[in-house]
């Protein structure tokens, strides 16, 4: 699971409100009996590693609490927002903001008394509230008394740190919503806003030095957070009457009487807040927490109440949470995560909890926040270079019998594959007019973000082989010749090397269906000491059927020679459709299609003997394999830029029946977002081989992330320089 480094707390004062789930323990009056039961109840539950708790009033009882907690590993950090939300002493409410300098230090030595329980107890952080927002005329003179306010409690929590000898607490400041309404539960408070947020983190950390100063974000709160945007709209107008004036004189008009007019207008509006701004929070950001809210003023839980994630009005789905933590674990935070969860009536604190976790851990398990793309994009250019990469056509103006040279003495596998299944690179896209990536219409054009993508995944041991067009397998045979020369073992030795043969079926001219063998024939894959052959064949029912038929009569011709060979093939049947000539063709993914188009692919060519299918996955596809006793191949389509949906098809599809051997993916793999291919590779490699579900190879594919990225690099330059 993702996250599993960072430490997860219990806000206990939360979790365990007092008896009866009474606010004793917000209050720091709890029971002794329900206190020690309730520290225990989390020290004892290995899942915890912190714990999150309050001011307790009896010096006594505090000391109890303190040193049983001595005696447990739990990380402790100390929490004043109940002291501050509770104002027993009756001090402004805009606490450590206000404006009126009495009452603001009234409030900082409120919190410099917290900051000694804070030490007592061991804590290693201090998290306190801004105070309530004083309003948009005294909004920037509540900021800055803001500030004052955190230097001179900075400044006091060093001296105490001084004389005990330790590191001085973090001060944590967590961001509240800046909601006024006394219909529900809002707390209205300066700090408040992403943006607000930030700006008083950066000053006191860059302009301060206050270094052990940041922020906490609550998911809980993410709604409930506005940001103020400005929207423009367009509206019409239409001009009046010329007027007269007390003259009788015409005023002066600079348009025409009676005309309609289009006219820009600025408008601010209050939006909801989103993960994507944890990434904006990413250098202040030191602690997480996770609650539920809801949103419907109807509802008695309105507003910021922290239900369990079971309520049903609650407004945090599994969604939210799944969103949430990978924007957390993109952007790689390493900090305590708090389940801020209360329960009411007669829930019980335990199964509160355990709810909560249960919650939490089938949030991080998806497999689309388990991929969540690295930090670091993936830039082919610092695993390819450009001086590498236009070295290539030296090479083959000089050189051009190394390509023959070095296929016809490549050691090739003794069979097709020894476990029975099989993890392909498809790269033979470009040779068919299809060129887009998904950030870019034009992405795969570029031969050196292509190749390099392609040397990524073919220089790894987590491809059984590459299937590709004459050009790209010409490339590869150059480097592979260069790493001999380097002094490496060649990556293409017993690998499976893969002959496109038919790709004249341009995407986007109206007979692209029939499509001729243009790239390799099967002579071609035999005097080349190729493994095997790949064809294409799409079935239009409509108006161009007669070059789908064409088409079929190639393929069949082509399997027929194959089979005089002893040459595997690689066959891809797909049944296309367009709404019109203007249109591009797409792939018709409903049950029926799919089925009746495996069988025709597997009545081709006199035999089938050394026949593959290469389909994609779609619902139902347990049927359209069932169609079939030939093995298959999943293929990956069009790239949503998203490659854990690739990964789970072929997951999904090796359980749906015995003869899906594998996958022959290009573009899922090749262009999978901001990732690197080779991971990716490797995950789906672990599905095939290892039978790892794709949660767990998205684990596996996370360590293998940038790794040997400089291997091209060192070979370039040991040839250049013989």
Known sequence: MVLSKNPVTVVFPMAFPGRQNTDAMLRGEPDERYLMEGLKAIAEDPYFKGIEVTRIKDPILRRKAIEYLKSTDLTIYFGAQPVQILNEEGYAREDISSVDEIERLNCVERLKEMIDQAYEFGAVSFIFQSGRDSGPDLRESAKLALIRSIVELARYSRERAKELGREPLKLVLEMFDRVNSDHGVFHNQLIGPTKDAIDIARRIRDEYGIEEFGLLYDLSHMYLLRNVKTVFKEVEIEVPEIQQNQEGEEQQQQIIQGRRFTVTTAEEVEEPEAPEVLKHLMPYLVHIHIGNCVLDPNDPMYGDTHPTFAYPNGAIKLRDVADFVKALHEM???????????????????????????????????????????????????????????????????????????????????????????????????????????????????????????????????????????????????????????????????????????????????????????????????????????????????????????????????????????????????????????????????????????????????????????????????????????????????????????????????????????????????????????????????????????????????????????????????????
């Open 332 to 722: 790689g935070y390493e900090g305590p995560i708090g389940f801020e969860v209360r329960p009411r009536g007669r829930e019980g604190s335990i199964p509160t909890l355990q709810h909560a976790k249960a919650f939490y851990d089938d949030a991080r398990t998806w497999q689309d926040v388990i991929h969540g793309p690295s930090a670091v994009r993936f830039a082919t250019r610092n695993f390819f270079p450009e001086w590498a990469f236009f070295r290539l056509t030296d090479f083959r103006v000089k050189n051009p019998d190394i390509i023959t040279d070095e296929l016809s003495k490549r050691k090739r596998k003794k069979k097709l594959t020894e476990d029975g299944y099989l993890v392909i690179l498809a790269a033979d896209h470009p040779a068919r007019g299809v060129i887009s990536s998904p950030d870019n219409p034009i992405g795969m054009a570029d031969r050196l973000e292509y190749l390099g993508r392609i040397l990524r995944v073919a220089t790894s041991p987590y491809v059984d082989g590459i299937m590709a067009t004459p050009d790209i397998i010409d490339d590869l045979v150059l480097i592979n010749y260069m790493f001999k020369e380097a002094g490496l073992d060649p990556f293409l030795d017993n690998k499976i090397l893969i002959g496109s043969m038919n790709r004249s079926g341009i995407a986007g001219v109206v007979y692209e269906m029939e499509d001729r063998i243009t790239a390799y024939t099967t002579e071609d894959l035999v005097r080349y000491n190729l493994d095997a052959g790949k064809l294409l064949f799409r079935l239009e029912t409509g108006r161009y059927s007669r070059f789908s038929i064409q088409t079929l009569s190639y393929c069949a011709e082509a399997v027929r020679r194959a089979n005089q060979y002893g040459i595997p093939i690689f066959l891809e049947p797909l049944p296309v459709e367009r709404e019109d000539e203007t249109q591009p063709y797409h792939v018709k993914t409903d049950v029926e299609s799919m089925v009746k188009i495996v069988g025709i692919a597997s009545g081709i060519g006199g035999s089938t003997a050394r026949l593959w299918l290469k389909i994609p996955y779609i619902e139902g596809f347990n049927r359209v394999a069932r169609a079939t006793t030939l093995p298959i191949l999943i293929l990956g389509g069009e790239s949503p830029g998203d490659p854990t949906y690739a990964i789970e098809n072929v997951s999904k599809a090796l359980a749906s029946a015995p003869n899906v051997r594998g996958s022959l993916i290009g573009r899922n793999v090749l262009f999978p977002g901001r990732d690197d291919p080779r991971a990716i590779s490797r995950a789906i490699y672990e599905v095939v081989h290892n039978s790892l579900s794709a949660a767990e190879a998205l684990e596996v594919m996370l360590e293998e992330r940038y790794k040997n990225m400089n291997i091209l690099k060192d070979v370039f330059m040991e040839v250049l320089q013989k």
